[in-house]
């Protein structure tokens, strides 16, 4: 069964940081297009990062440009979220997804994305 699984949220101050990591089954990680999106309460669900397994560029949401970090594990099939300098802003439910083959549209499409997690929540107070 093809499964992303996300962990690592939690409840931080703002200034704090947090890592999420998003492990994915056998068959799902090489070559794919991989990245992290975020839902805010009463928001729409918007792109933060993604990477293109296969190496490549990356594409970062201007809000979180020199704060936050993507990186992946390739022995361990899982793909991590740095987030340092947290905001309020930044909090939401964080979703990993994923697709085969090269990113689309920068990787800033959440329709091209068919595979998804079950999301980890990130609270950041002021």
């Known amino acids: 069964q093809v499964r992303l699984v996300e962990s690592g949220g939690g409840s931080v101050q703002a200034g704090g940081s947090l890592r999420l990591s998003c492990a994915a089954s056998?068959?799902?990680?090489?070559?794919?297009?991989m990245g992290w999106f975020r839902q805010a309460p009463g928001k729409e669900r918007e792109a933060v990062v993604s990477?293109?397994?296969?190496?490549?560029?990356?594409y970062y949401a201007d809000s979180v440009k020199g704060r936050f970090t993507i990186s992946q594990d390739n022995a361990k099939r899982t793909l991590y979220l740095q987030m340092n300098s947290l905001k309020p802003e930044d909090t939401g439910m964080y979703y990993c997804?994923?697709?085969?083959?090269?990113?689309?549209?920068?990787?800033?499409?959440?329709?091209?994305?068919?595979?998804w997690g079950q999301g980890t929540q990130v609270t950041v107070s002021s």
């Open positions: 056998a068959y799902v990680y090489s070559s794919y297009c």
């Open positions: 990477l293109y397994t296969g190496g490549g560029g990356t």
């Open positions: 997804a994923a697709r085969p083959f090269a990113c689309l549209n920068g990787g800033k499409r959440e329709s091209d994305f068919p595979l």
